[in-house]
């Protein structure tokens, strides 16, 4: 829908009308060759039903399938994908010794209305020619989806615009903002839009992937019920598809631990009767 020779609008007043980030314009998947690319989807896919797999029982299991491929590889694209093993935490979890880490605060904290808590996280997203990461930004109590977004590279760029997105959709703030201890949570120009908000921030313990669950039970419905049933094809095809999901998760899809109800349903409700 840019126009990148418009007479009149530059690409970045384009990108404000569209309400995208004008770095999203330029994204192009980030490339591996077909064969990798095939074997990451299926690496991908164990990682969620055995976690605990790491490099070497992962090179075993893909043996056992027929992949002839050495640990090295099946290392490097574990690595690439941002997977490890023992527990369902991505590697994603990159730390910068200079940025500060927040303690976790939410231990025994029951989360009893929306606006509570948010978190966020990040993942990788298959395609039939390169892959994405994915940010999301969700309401704890609700399990609303308030912002994504989709970037070619784990900077915090993208994790910004989420956030300020989650502001711009909600007209509100939680209380808590959890995240894992990567580098793009803990960069001072993130944690900073929290701050300044006064919002208090909260990072999962160092090896305890329970602590952010809501978000990667996410991760899990959409890849079983969106990501792994497609083979995007261009980024604009995956920006729009996981748009018409986010849409049907939050407003149609019933939630058993919502008795029933939508995610959107329960976070508007919520709002209006604080």
Request: proline share 4%; hydrophobic share 35%.
């Amino acid at each position: 829908m840019v126009d990148s020779n418009h007479p009149e609008l530059s690409i970045r007043r384009q990108c404000e009308l569209l309400g995208v980030s004008r770095s999203s314009y330029y994204h192009e998947p980030a490339g591996e060759s077909p064969e990798n690319l095939a074997l990451m989807r299926v690496i991908d896919e164990q990682h969620l039903r055995c976690p605990f797999f790491g490099r070497r029982q992962m090179t075993r299991w893909l043996d056992l399938q027929g992949y002839k491929v050495n640990e090295k590889r099946v290392r490097r694209l574990m690595s690439l994908m941002g997977l490890e093993a023992v527990f369902p935490r991505r590697k994603t979890t990159i730390p910068n010794r200079e940025h500060r880490v927040y303690p976790y605060l939410l231990r025994g904290v029951e989360v009893a209305r929306s606006n509570q808590v948010w978190s966020a996280d990040i993942t990788y997203i298959p395609m039939s020619e390169g892959f994405m990461y994915l940010v999301a930004v969700i309401d704890w109590y609700s399990r609303h989806v308030l912002s994504w977004e989709l970037s070619n590279t784990m900077d915090s760029r993208f994790c910004i615009d989420a956030l300020l997105g989650a502001f711009d959709y909600s007209n509100s703030k939680p209380e808590v903002f959890n995240s894992d201890q990567g580098s793009q949570f803990t960069s001072l120009a993130f944690t900073s839009e929290l701050e300044c908000r006064d919002i208090q921030i909260s990072m999962d313990g160092k090896g305890r992937a329970l602590d952010n669950v809501f978000i990667e039970r996410l991760w899990r419905t959409l890849k079983y019920e969106e990501v792994y049933l497609k083979s995007y094809e261009s980024v604009a095809e995956l920006r729009s598809s996981l748009e018409s999901y986010f849409d049907f998760y939050s407003n149609e899809r019933p939630h058993q631990a919502l008795a029933g109800q939508t995610p959107a349903s329960v976070y508007k409700t919520a709002i209006l009767a604080a």
